[in-house]
């Protein structure tokens, strides 16, 4: 297994992780915001700039979620 190939491995293992967590703590989705730009650079070290744009995206997607779940009154 090459270098790249285990580093995209690690990045989406840790994406499932944290996706699964998220509800327990706001920094599970701020990992999984991180991990989405690990699988994207991947791709993009790939060569395969879809799936490095679409991860870019849900990275943002989850940056914002995050910022959003900080600013929640808590019960």
């Known amino acids: 297994m090459s270098s790249l190939t285990l580093f995209g491995a690690v990045a ?3 994406m499932m ?9 706001p920094g599970y989705t701020l990992a999984f915001a991180c ?5 994207s ?3 993009w070290l790939a ?5 490095g744009v ?3 995206i849900w990275a943002a997607v989850a940056a914002r979620r995050y910022l959003r779940r900080l600013h ?3 019960a």
Do not use: D, N, Q
């Open 35 to 39: 991990a989405c730009l690990a699988a």
């Open 12 to 14: 989406v293992t840790v």
């Open 47 to 51: 060569g395969t700039w879809p799936f």
């Open 17 to 25: 992780l944290c996706y699964a967590l998220e509800a327990r703590a």
């Open 41 to 43: 650079a991947y791709a």
């Open 72 to 74: 929640e009154p808590h």
């Open 54 to 56: 679409v991860e870019l």
